[in-house]
T-cell receptor, first 114, second 114 residues
Framework: LAKTTQPISMDSYEGQEVNITCSHNNIATNDYITWYQQFPSQGPRFIIQGYKTKVTNEVASLFIPADRKSSTLSLPRVSLSDTAVYYCLVGDTNSGGGADGLTFGKGTHLIIQP | DSGVTQTPKHLITATGQRVTLRCSPRSGDLSVYWYQQSLDQGLQFLIQYYNGEERAKGNILERFSAQQFPDLHSELNLSSLELGDSALYFC?????????????FGPGTRLTVT
């Protein structure tokens, strides 16, 4: 059973804000939420990680509601270069092992148009 | 550039053969992860090593094995290759043991089995 569910694809336009939502109904108390970005034929790149409420860095924001059953990655003012696959992962960052948090799946293919 | 190196970049071999993929982690990183990415399965976690010891196992076939050496580089051995093993193989590294800490991915090795 997959730990996360995210849309297969989304599209938007340059300059818009894009929000990608991930559902993780069975999130555990110690689980964190992590997002990665992947361009074609390249390895994924870490974007952001959070536990609750809101986390912001120079690239994106991550919104996590109080029940933590979902999370939203927000990309402000996207450009063509933001076209990529985005993965949502859920797992325990403090665990000494375990593969549950490393399920990347197929991610969300975001396409930005001019 | 993530600091993770993988060799070779491309590999073409025949069914039934055996190949070895090599990964050098970022300086200071003790954990190494291997992933397989194919069009139909997405990005799948195979195995994690931490400081020379196996720490987590994912969807790794019995025909595949890996090890991490004292200098922390890692090798993924794929034997009795089948057409379905054709994929992009990524190595990633991270500082600590936690499986959901920030990972740095290498450029990948594209394996084609003919």
């Amino acid at each position: 059973l997959a730990k996360t569910t995210q849309p297969i694809s989304m599209d938007s336009y340059e300059g818009q804000e894009v929000n990608i939502t991930c559902s993780h109904n069975n999130i555990a108390t110690n689980d964190y939420i992590t997002w990665y970005q992947q361009f074609p034929s390249q390895g994924p790149r870490f974007i952001i990680q959070g536990y609750k409420t809101k986390v912001t860095n120079e690239v994106a924001s991550l919104f996590i509601p109080a029940d933590r059953k979902s999370s939203t990655l927000s990309l402000p003012r996207v450009s063509l270069s933001d076209t990529a696959v985005y993965y949502c992962l859920v797992g325990d960052t403090n665990s000494g092992g375990g593969a549950d948090g490393l399920t990347f799946g197929k991610g969300t293919h975001l396409i930005i148009q001019p | 550039d993530s600091g993770v190196t993988q060799t070779p970049k491309h590999l073409i071999t025949a069914t039934g053969q055996r190949v070895t993929l090599r990964c050098s982690p970022r300086s200071g990183d003790l954990s190494v992860y291997w992933y397989q990415q194919s069009l139909d399965q997405g990005l799948q976690f195979l195995i994690q090593y931490y400081n020379g010891e196996e720490r987590a196992k994912g969807n790794i076939l019995e025909r595949f094995s890996a090890q991490q050496f004292p200098d922390l580089h890692s090798e993924l051995n794929l034997s009795s290759l089948e057409l379905g093993d054709s994929a992009l193989y990524f190595c990633a590294s991270s500082v600590g043991l936690a499986t959901l800490g920030e990972q740095y991915f290498g450029p990948g090795t594209r394996l084609t089995v003919t």
